[in-house]
């Protein structure tokens, strides 16, 4: 069984910074492919904002592009999303996603809102 526990949610003014952190726990070793975030705002689908793969490569959404930085701690599997620059359309509910070969995990999501 593998869990995902979320952190780093809340509420910022517009142009602020908050962190997410999504660590993964298992009574096993892990070993995830990729590690990443989506997120769901109200009335939409579900999409990604940005991964990192086990060998360190990385995409982004192109809404997030030099705003946010996705980074991996392989040892802790852990994975952090650093989003500067918040703007009101960001605000969704971030759910942090982790797949191995296997299997895909989900987290539980943490709710991110951005005031104007």
């Known amino acids: 069984q593998v869990q995902l526990e979320e952190s780093g949610g809340g509420l910022v003014q517009a142009g602020g910074s908050l962190r997410l952190s999504c660590a993964a726990t298992?009574?096993?070793?892990?070993?995830?492919?990729?590690m990443g975030w989506y997120r769901q705002a109200p009335g939409k689908q579900r999409e990604l904002v940005a991964y990192?793969?086990?060998?360190?490569?990385?995409n982004y959404a192109d809404s997030v592009k030099d705003r946010f930085t996705i980074s991996r701690d392989y040892a802790k599997n852990t994975v952090y999303l650093q989003m500067n620059s918040l703007k009101p359309e960001d605000t969704a509910v971030y759910y942090c996603?982790?797949?191995?070969?296997?299997?895909?995990?989900w987290g539980q999501g943490t709710q991110v809102t951005v005031s104007s």
């Open positions: 990192v793969t086990s060998g360190g490569s990385t």
């Open positions: 298992s009574g096993r070793t892990l070993r995830f492919n990729a």
């Open positions: 996603n982790a797949v191995t070969v296997f299997a895909n995990y």
